[in-house]
């Protein structure tokens, strides 16, 4: 008898391409990962996975295996959660996913809110401003301040955000403001950079049409508060989420630049992944979060008289 939870690593193996990649998501050394795949192919006496020292692939046996596979799974999980959503209280273990900066000032906080009320829970929370991959990660829920792009996944939509450039009144002294887009590219731009960043192109709003430039400056960071931090200091300009450099813009410890052609709009959002029932704790989550992260963006906006839309 195969058990659910070999189906599982097995799947996450083929899905991940690696058992140490499967290994970090199931919580599992890469050699349990390997005797469990390996015990699975002699109860069926034929090879899943072809291996070698940079990927692994599915034979067309696995690929079978897997597509079977993947309805009994789905069979297993719509169980579950009618139970769930019949009236049992949110339990199991939840993984989220959220930038630093959001993480820090709203989803920690919420976290200890969600336990206090559904004990039976766990919560696994990861901060970075990397897009993690929520597939191969096995994130029940991601907070995200982009252009939405996972169309596997199902988008609760928080918001849509305006952005702003702005720079402190010091930085503004030693250097003109830029009275167009194409000035930046003589400017110090603060960017969020890491293996895979787009941050150091910039798109902005001209009119009806968009102009995207390859912005530079002698410093960046993955960490969008010390960019923040970097610009309040006068060290150049820097592209924020207007909600998130409010309070500083009210000081005048920052100053808008380009107002007329402000960068694009991104989406506040939770994605999750997209199943016909959701289970109770990921959806008592989204919701709770939801709330919280709205609230958050019309303290900031409050501070200069706007709304959320």
């Not at 991940?16 to 890469?30: D, I, N, T, V, Y």
């Not at 769930?84 to 906080?109: H, S, Y």
């Not at 939770?270 to 939801?290: G, I, N």
């Amino acid at each position: 008898m195969i058990s659910l939870e070999s189906i599982r690593i097995f799947m996450r193996s083929a899905e991940s391409g690696s058992f140490s990649a499967a290994g970090r998501s199931l919580r599992l050394s890469p050699s349990v990962i390997s005797y469990r795949i390996q015990t699975l192919e002699e109860h069926l006496g034929c090879l899943l996975l072809t291996r070698t020292t940079r990927r692994m692939s599915l034979t067309e046996a696995g690929r079978l295996f897997y597509d079977r596979c993947l309805d009994i799974t789905a069979a297993v999980e719509q169980a579950e959660k009618s139970v769930e959503q019949a009236g049992a209280a949110p339990r199991g273990a939840l993984k989220v996913t959220a930038p630093i900066g959001l993480g820090r000032r709203v989803i920690a906080p919420l976290v200890p809110h969600f336990r206090a009320r559904h004990g039976e829970t766990d919560v696994r929370l990861r901060l970075s401003e990397h897009l993690l991959d929520l597939v191969q990660e096995a994130v029940d829920v991601a907070v995200r301040l982009s252009q939405m792009r996972d169309s596997t996944f199902t988008l609760r939509k928080v918001a849509e955000i305006e952005r702003v450039l702005c720079a402190a009144p010091s930085y503004l002294d030693r250097n003109p403001a830029p009275a167009e887009p194409a000035d930046l590219l003589t400017h110090d731009c603060l960017l969020l950079r890491f293996p895979g960043s787009e941050q150091f192109r910039w798109t902005l709003v001209d009119g009806e049409e968009t102009v995207t430039l390859p912005v530079t400056g002698h410093i960046d960071s993955d960490d969008g508060d010390t960019l923040t931090d970097w610009a309040l200091s006068g060290e150049g300009i820097v592209l924020k989420p207007l909600f998130e450099v409010a309070s500083y813009l009210a000081e005048g410890r920052l100053v808008p630049v380009l107002e007329h052609t402000p960068p694009t709009t991104a989406t506040l959002g939770l994605l999750y992944p997209s199943r016909k029932m959701l289970s109770a704790r990921t959806k008592t989550f989204v919701d709770m979060a939801h709330e919280a992260l709205r609230a958050h963006v019309g303290e900031g906006l409050a501070l200069l008289g706007k709304r959320v839309a």
